[in-house]
């Protein structure tokens, strides 16, 4: 158990809804990243929050968006589902920005 | 923009024998390297990461890698490997971004498969 938590572990719904990830990091930690996981692209970075400010975006599409809240826990939107978004996403936490980052279980999405 | 190539897709091996698990990067002036193992339904858990000093990097359940800068290589090696090791494994690679975090880009993964 990384003591990274992720919810929910599992989201069925449908093309062009709006859905929320929930990520709580471990305790004492500032920095949130999020990852997406598919078939087609492999484990790709999407964005990375530290102490609620964003500081670093990969490939994150414009229908996604995530925030990082005072609380620490961080949430990523993800808005206007197509099938193609149908993946496994990870988010992961670490003290600083750059200590060793610990994963959560993942939320496993599927887009019908 | 780096990238990693990770040279078999799958690992087959007998328990008790060695595996090593291969992994490139596109070269650049200075990299940082990770290893990363993920059980099934689980998340990744950092196995062992080349920062700098010593190419040789010892890691978790005996697990150790050599970072090769002329062949821009840091390839995973295990001497005695045991069913529990069944597991995909990821190499990555991070350039510091302008923000100063470790951002990394993965390999597709290596699915080691331990037969007993």
């Known amino acids: 158990d990384s003591g990274v938590t992720q919810t929910p572990k599992h989201l069925i719904t449908a093309t062009g809804q709006r859905v929320t990830l929930r990520c709580s990091p471990r305790?004492?930690?500032?920095?949130v990243y999020w990852y997406q996981q598919s078939l087609d692209q492999g484990l790709q970075f999407l964005i990375q929050?530290?102490?609620?400010?964003?500081?670093a975006k990969g490939n994150i599409l414009e229908r996604f968006s995530a925030q990082q809240f005072p609380d620490l826990h961080s949430e990523l939107n993800l808005s206007s589902l197509e099938l193609g978004d149908s993946a496994l996403y990870f988010c992961?936490?670490?003290?600083?920005?750059?200590?060793?980052?610990?994963f959560g279980p993942g939320t496993r999405l599927l887009v019908l | 923009a780096q990238s990693v190539t990770q040279l078999d897709s799958q690992v087959p091996v007998f328990e008790e024998a060695p595996v090593e698990l291969r992994c490139n990067y596109s070269?650049?002036?200075?990299?940082?390297l990770f290893w990363y193992v993920q059980y099934p339904n689980q998340g990744l858990q950092l196995l062992l990461k080349?920062?700098?000093?010593?190419?040789l990097v010892k890691g978790i359940n005996g697990f150790e890698a050599e970072f090769n800068k002329s062949q821009t290589s840091f390839h995973l090696r295990k001497p005695s490997v045991h069913i529990s090791d069944t597991a995909e494994y990821f190499c990555?690679?991070?350039?510091?971004?302008?923000?100063?975090?470790?951002?990394?880009?993965f390999g597709r993964g290596t699915s080691l498969i331990v037969h007993p």
């Open positions: 992961a936490s670490s003290r600083g920005i750059q200590e060793t980052q610990y």
């Open positions: 305790s004492g930690d500032l920095s």
């Open positions: 929050y530290y102490n609620g400010e964003e500081r």
């Open positions: 070269s650049s002036v200075s990299v940082y």
């Open positions: 080349y920062l700098s000093g010593s190419t």
């Open positions: 990555a690679v991070s350039d510091r971004a302008s923000g100063g975090s470790y951002i990394p880009t």
